[in-house]
């Protein structure tokens, strides 16, 4: 057999290699095939050369198996063989594959490190790549650029300026400090890792500076909410990119610039052919959004149906946001069910939850939460959330037993939002509950929970309950935590209290809201506290600047009104900045009732009824007013106008909660299955607090009738039915706690001293403004309410 001569293995080797290559660069892999098949009848797989050649284009063509296959036929490989077949599994994410192979590398050089810090970059294993690296100087290999700029973007991604700056010595020493993609690597990884300092050193350092350069600095300062700086980068910038015009439209989106980022956009679509990506028409939409510009929203919707461009995902979410922020909720909702999206996030679902919520409607919102998958923590505390704002506190908490159940576990948001629910409805049982499971999770001591939580406590009558978690709060108390607390004091009749609370938050430097306020003058109001009130009501403005609202008036009204100060409180709602509110006409309406003025009372009512023509309080105030000062023609009058005009007068409600079921008294009630127990429970008690020298009040009986008449009416009043039914219900000692829609009246608050007496039992009544705590025949309001 004749051998062939060197020269003929040259000519072909060469020959094929030329081919190999060029069947790369046009990826046409029938004819690599081909070749590899003349190879094989021209005996030329024994090159190292052109197997190498032969693998790189299976490998880079995506016939990965077929070029692992050509390599562990190899009896010689390269260092190249390897990185060849290194590469190739980096690059289609296979990263245990490629970690197996670059393990057993005989001589790993710059190229094999850097593959595999490249794959882990990619791949978004940025602690992997950073420790790669670390391995790869440690294993005296110089990096290339490639291998830095990978490295610096692992560093930024995971906030490591340590190595960040270690590898910032590599650029200095291999003389790469004045490569645009390094410098730049080396610009983002110090601006995410914080070092804002050095970021703009280098930045001004730089020679020669491309885009990504300048939108690296719009970025930093965007981040750091100095959008001035950012716009004065942006206008030196020679040349913009997408990336350019997306860093203003977000980054004033996100600071609450919402006007400029839509003016950045109309300037994008005007001014560049730069066509928007998904990142320019989400942030658009979230500023549509947060403006509520409908009309400019669905011009961008229209352009989005135009272009047919993808509306999947953030800008999917970005629409549906936009239409249920923006007052077209249905819309939103029929895009969801037009295009299915199953990506649906909390921001959008949020979103139209608010939505139905403001129209009242939670039905569809319900059916939107039940289609998620998996609904996150934020979802299901929005849930919660809306069902308390729209006052279905029972669906709220049927919601929050699912999640316990079946769901995430709930966070301080979610269980502040359930403390809320549970102030709503008064149900202390359901409201410690609430705690033990917030002190479970560890968050019965983060601010936003232990403020629902004194709330909840101080609204389901249990003040102490609310005191020992403002003490419990001692380290994390913010301005909220005070003023929950000063609230809870005024609330409960204990004026002088909250006032000291206050003096203590001052002296502690805390700063007070106008909430606070609030407190503070409804504590005097309760305490008749008039001076201290005038000296607080002044220091609002002149030391915390503060402007007085509505409620902040209202509060004086009240306060002069409750001290017998008519004139001046009436004075002081014709002074008042602002229109007067029915709150304000109502305090000083209500104080003419106690103090029988008469003319005043005509003043107040007539003012409140421009106000709110079909105000029931208004008509039944005045002519309690009228009958009180035994005006009783004149009262009639005003019953007569009240029909005439078709207004009713509220029912005066009671109601107690017994074993987690709530039991609703009205006057003279028949209707309760325990009535006759009930009513001769009360008789037996009328019975007995007459003898130990109570006197009804039968003036408070705001009608013409017998004597007789009016005892039974005041015998069998809602509260005093609503706490008959309690000490039959409860055992003895048990706290009764009683709940009223209106004012308590002076026959029942008198009463209810006498019966705490008589039944050794602490009851606490809470009427329209505040709570009254009987206990051994006296009431923390002191009489005063």
Same mark, same amino acid.
């Given at each position: 057999?004749?051998?062939?001569?060197?020269? %003929?293995?040259?000519?072909?080797?060469?020959?094929?290699?030329?081919?190999?290559?060029?069947?790369?660069?046009?990826?046409?892999?029938?004819?690599?095939?081909?070749?590899?098949?003349?190879?094989?009848?021209?005996?030329? *797989?024994?090159?190292?050369?052109?197997?190498?050649?032969?693998?790189?284009?299976?490998?880079?063509?995506?016939? +990965?198996?077929?070029?692992?296959? +050509?390599?562990?036929?190899?009896?010689?490989?390269?260092?190249?063989?390897?990185?060849?077949?290194?590469?190739?599994?980096?690059?289609?994410?296979? +990263?245990?594959?490629?970690?197996?192979?670059?393990?057993?590398?005989?001589?790993? /050089?710059?190229?094999?490190?850097? *593959?595999?810090? =490249?794959?882990?970059?990619?791949?978004?294993?940025?602690?992997?790549?950073?420790?790669?690296?670390?391995?790869?100087? #440690?294993?005296?290999?110089?990096?290339?650029?490639?291998?830095?700029?990978?490295?610096?973007?692992?560093?930024?991604?995971?906030?490591?300026?340590?190595?960040?700056?270690?590898?910032?010595?590599?650029?200095?020493?291999?003389?790469?400090?004045?490569?645009?993609?390094?410098?730049?690597?080396?610009?983002?990884?110090?601006?995410?890792?914080?070092?804002?300092?050095?970021?703009?050193?280098?930045?001004?350092?730089?020679?020669?500076?491309?885009?990504?350069?300048?939108?690296?600095?719009?970025?930093?300062?965007?981040?750091?909410?100095?959008? /001035?700086?950012?716009?004065?980068?942006?206008?030196?910038?020679?040349?913009?990119?997408?990336?350019?015009?997306?860093?203003?439209?977000?980054?004033?989106?996100?600071?609450?610039?919402?006007?400029?980022?839509?003016?950045?956009?109309?300037?994008?679509?005007?001014?560049?052919?730069?066509?928007?990506?998904?990142?320019?028409?989400?942030?658009? &939409?979230?500023?549509?959004?947060?403006?509520?510009?409908?009309?400019?929203?669905?011009? @961008?919707?229209?352009?989005?149906?135009?272009?047919?461009?993808?509306?999947?995902?953030?800008?999917?979410?970005?629409?549906?946001?936009?239409?249920?922020?923006?007052?077209?909720?249905?819309?939103?909702?029929? $895009?969801?069910?037009?295009?299915?999206?199953?990506?649906?996030?909390? @921001?959008?679902? *949020?979103?139209?939850?608010?939505?139905?919520?403001?129209?009242?409607?939670?039905?569809?919102?319900?059916?939107?939460?039940?289609?998620?998958?998996?609904? /996150?923590?934020?979802?299901?505390?929005?849930?919660?959330?809306? %069902?308390?704002?729209?006052?279905?506190?029972?669906?709220?908490?049927?919601?929050?037993?699912?999640?316990?159940?079946?769901?995430?576990?709930?966070?301080?948001?979610?269980?502040?939002?359930?403390?809320?629910?549970?102030?709503?409805?008064?149900?202390? #049982?359901?409201?410690?509950?609430?705690?033990?499971?917030?002190?479970?999770?560890?968050?019965?001591?983060?601010?936003?929970?232990?403020?629902? +939580?004194?709330?909840?406590?101080?609204?389901?009558?249990?003040?102490?309950?609310?005191?020992?978690?403002?003490?419990?709060?001692?380290?994390?108390?913010?301005?909220?935590?005070?003023?929950?607390?000063?609230?809870?004091?005024?609330?409960?009749? &204990?004026?002088?209290?909250?006032?000291?609370?206050?003096?203590?938050?001052?002296?502690?430097?805390?700063?007070?809201?106008?909430? *606070?306020?609030?407190?503070?003058?409804?504590?005097?109001?309760?305490?008749?506290?008039?001076?201290?009130?005038?000296?607080?009501?002044?220091?609002?403005?002149?030391?915390?600047?503060?402007?007085?609202?509505?409620?902040?008036?209202?509060?004086?009204?009240?306060?002069?009104?409750?001290?017998?100060?008519?004139?001046?409180?009436?004075?002081?709602?014709?002074?008042?900045?602002?229109?007067?509110?029915? $709150?304000?006409?109502?305090?000083?309406?209500?104080?003419?009732?106690?103090?029988?003025?008469?003319?005043?009372?005509?003043?107040?009512?007539?003012?409140?009824?421009?106000?709110?023509?079909?105000?029931?309080?208004? %008509?039944?105030?005045?002519?309690?007013?009228?009958?009180?000062?035994?005006?009783?023609?004149?009262?009639?009058? $005003?019953?007569?106008?009240?029909?005439?005009?078709?207004?009713?007068?509220?029912?005066?409600?009671?109601?107690?909660?017994?074993?987690?079921?709530?039991?609703?008294?009205?006057?003279?009630?028949?209707?309760?299955?325990?009535?006759?127990? @009930?009513?001769?429970?009360?008789?037996?008690?009328?019975?007995?607090?007459?003898?130990?020298?109570?006197?009804?009040?039968?003036?408070?009986?705001?009608?013409? &009738?017998?004597?007789? =008449?009016?005892?039974?009416?005041?015998?069998?009043?809602?509260?005093? &039915?609503? !706490?008959?039914?309690? !000490?039959?219900?409860?055992?003895? #000692?048990?706290?009764?706690?009683?709940?009223?829609?209106?004012?308590?009246? #002076?026959?029942?608050?008198?009463?209810?001293?006498? @019966?705490?007496?008589?039944?050794?039992?602490?009851?606490?009544?809470?009427?329209?403004?505040?709570?009254?705590?009987?206990?051994?025949?006296?009431?923390?309001?002191?009489?005063?309410?």
């Amino acid at each position: 057999m004749d051998i062939p001569n060197p020269s %003929y293995f040259s000519c072909h080797t060469d020959s094929c290699a030329h081919l190999l290559q060029t069947s790369l660069k046009s990826r046409d892999l029938i004819k690599g095939k081909s070749i590899h098949a003349q190879m094989v009848k021209l005996g030329l *797989t024994f090159s190292v050369y052109l197997m190498n050649n032969l693998m790189n284009l299976y490998a880079k063509t995506g016939f +990965l198996l077929d070029a692992h296959d +050509l390599f562990n036929e190899m009896p010689v490989k390269t260092t190249f063989s390897w990185n060849t077949i290194l590469s190739g599994y980096a690059k289609q994410g296979k +990263l245990e594959k490629a970690h197996q192979v670059f393990d057993l590398i005989p001589v790993r /050089d710059s190229v094999s490190w850097t *593959t595999i810090i =490249v794959g882990y970059n990619q791949m978004g294993r940025f602690e992997d790549a950073i420790r790669a690296f670390v391995d790869m100087v #440690n294993d005296k290999v110089l990096p290339t650029q490639f291998t830095l700029t990978n490295a610096l973007a692992s560093c930024a991604a995971t906030g490591s300026r340590g190595v960040g700056t270690k590898t910032h010595s590599f650029v200095v020493k291999l003389g790469l400090h004045a490569c645009v993609p390094v410098t730049n690597s080396l610009l983002n990884m110090y601006a995410k890792t914080g070092d804002l300092e050095m970021a703009k050193v280098i930045f001004d350092r730089m020679k020669l500076r491309n885009t990504s350069s300048w939108n690296a600095m719009i970025s930093l300062h965007m981040n750091c909410g100095r959008v /001035d700086l950012a716009l004065a980068q942006f206008e030196l910038m020679s040349e913009r990119d997408i990336v350019s015009w997306n860093s203003m439209i977000a980054g004033c989106n996100q600071h609450g610039f919402d006007n400029e980022a839509l003016q950045f956009f109309s300037s994008m679509l005007k001014d560049t052919s730069l066509k928007p990506d998904r990142f320019s028409l989400a942030s658009a &939409l979230s500023t549509c959004a947060n403006l509520e510009r409908l009309n400019f929203g669905k011009q @961008i919707h229209g352009y989005i149906v135009r272009t047919m461009f993808d509306a999947s995902g953030a800008v999917g979410n970005a629409l549906i946001s936009m239409y249920a922020k923006s007052g077209g909720v249905e819309t939103a909702r029929r $895009i969801i069910e037009q295009s299915g999206i199953s990506d649906l996030d909390v @921001i959008a679902f *949020t979103a139209l939850l608010d939505g139905y919520v403001k129209l009242g409607d939670m039905t569809p919102a319900r059916q939107i939460f039940n289609s998620l998958k998996d609904p /996150d923590v934020v979802a299901w505390t929005a849930m919660i959330v809306g %069902y308390v704002q729209n006052g279905l506190n029972n669906d709220a908490v049927e919601v929050f037993k699912t999640m316990v159940r079946e769901g995430p576990r709930p966070n301080s948001f979610t269980l502040a939002a359930m403390l809320s629910a549970s102030s709503s409805v008064t149900s202390l #049982n359901h409201g410690k509950q609430i705690h033990a499971s917030a002190i479970r999770s560890g968050e019965a001591l983060s601010p936003s929970v232990g403020n629902a +939580l004194t709330t909840m406590y101080a609204k389901a009558g249990s003040i102490n309950g609310a005191r020992k978690v403002f003490n419990l709060l001692r380290q994390n108390r913010d301005t909220v935590s005070w003023t929950s607390m000063i609230m809870a004091l005024a609330q409960h009749g &204990l004026g002088e209290e909250a006032i000291e609370l206050f003096e203590q938050m001052l002296a502690l430097g805390i700063k007070p809201d106008h909430i *606070t306020y609030v407190g503070v003058l409804s504590a005097c109001t309760h305490g008749g506290l008039v001076e201290q009130g005038r000296s607080y009501f002044d220091l609002m403005k002149t030391v915390h600047k503060i402007d007085p609202t509505l409620s902040h008036y209202a509060c004086m009204v009240d306060l002069f009104g409750r001290a017998g100060l008519l004139q001046e409180a009436y004075k002081f709602v014709e002074n008042m900045p602002m229109e007067p509110d029915v $709150i304000a006409w109502g305090s000083l309406l209500s104080s003419c009732k106690v103090y029988k003025n008469v003319d005043l009372a005509k003043v107040a009512a007539e003012r409140l009824l421009l106000i709110e023509p079909n105000n029931s309080g208004a %008509y039944s105030a005045l002519a309690n007013v009228y009958s009180a000062c035994g005006k009783w023609d004149d009262a009639a009058k $005003i019953r007569k106008s009240m029909r005439a005009r078709g207004v009713k007068k509220e029912q005066g409600l009671s109601w107690i909660q017994i074993q987690n079921k709530t039991h609703v008294f009205g006057v003279e009630d028949g209707l309760h299955p325990l009535r006759d127990k @009930i009513y001769r429970m009360m008789d037996k008690i009328w019975k007995e607090i007459k003898k130990m020298g109570f006197a009804p009040d039968t003036e408070s009986v705001l009608h013409d &009738l017998e004597v007789e =008449v009016k005892d039974e009416i005041l015998r069998y009043h809602s509260e005093k &039915l609503a !706490i008959a039914f309690g !000490i039959i219900s409860t055992p003895e #000692n048990t706290t009764l706690r009683i709940m009223k829609n209106l004012r308590v009246c #002076n026959d029942c608050h008198n009463a209810i001293k006498f @019966i705490s007496k008589l039944v050794d039992r602490e009851i606490i009544v809470r009427d329209a403004t505040r709570f009254h705590h009987f206990k051994d025949g006296s009431c923390s309001c002191r009489d005063y309410w």
